[in-house]
């Protein structure tokens, strides 16, 4: 998901508060510098590329070459300047999102979430929020899109342990955008027909301001 306008490696797994969710908003600059650190920064796949418009296959092998698809992600997360990226954005068809992603009382939160769900909201949790909507992948676009403002997702963490996040604001945004991304969806997708060409001709009309991967 696209903003709007160490040495020391970091193996623990998050803790949980009261009501089971994992607590992402601590250590997070270091946290987030161990993955990055230990990453190569790769280019950004866009619309049109066939691996963004199909669901990603579940992860099931936590290891080694897990682990450094993870720290690339967060390698190219940075470079691209981004607060949520999805594997298949770096041309990877394995549902894992990473995020480094503020809410809107400005609390950072950094994590990962493999195989995740979104949980289905009570009628009385789904006040819609439409602002507006970017991602890495529709490089330079913007449209307002309604989403929830509280999102709760479950999954596993990088290492197979279960999870479950929740967030409020842009955060829940984020988290609905990256789960959307495994599934095989783009925010343009949930647009009109005239909206989704409006942010077609953004992206057309501008250059992204880090390496993407061009769609032959």
Not at 19 to 30: H, L, Y
Not at 76 to 104: H, M, W
Not at 110 to 128: S, Y
């Amino acid at each position: 998901m696209a903003q709007q306008d160490t040495d020391q490696q970091h193996t623990g797994v998050l803790p949980v508060d009261d009501e089971g969710f994992v607590v992402d908003t601590e250590e997070c600059e270091q946290r987030e510098a161990d993955w990055r650190g230990r990453g190569t920064s790769r280019p950004i796949t866009v619309v049109g590329n066939p691996v963004l418009h199909k669901e990603c296959e579940d992860v099931t092998d936590f290891g080694e070459e897990f682990q450094q698809l993870v720290a690339d992600m967060f390698a190219s997360q940075r470079t691209a300047e981004g607060v949520g990226l999805a594997a298949n954005q770096i041309g990877v068809s394995k549902k894992v999102f990473v995020y480094d992603c503020p809410d809107d009382d400005g609390v950072r939160h950094v994590g990962v979430v493999c195989n995740p769900r979104l949980v289905e909201l009570p009628a009385d949790r789904r006040r819609l929020d439409d602002s507006n909507e970017g991602c890495l992948s529709v490089p330079t676009a913007y449209a307002a899109l309604a989403r929830p403002d509280f999102a709760e997702v479950t999954g596993q963490d990088e290492k197979g342990n279960a999870v479950r996040v929740r967030g409020t604001g842009y955060f829940a945004r984020c988290l609905q955008h990256e789960t959307d991304h495994l599934y095989g969806y783009l925010y343009i997708d949930r647009l009109s027909k005239r909206e989704r060409k409006d942010a077609l001709r953004q992206m057309a009309e501008n250059e992204p301001r880090y390496p993407v991967v061009a769609n032959d």
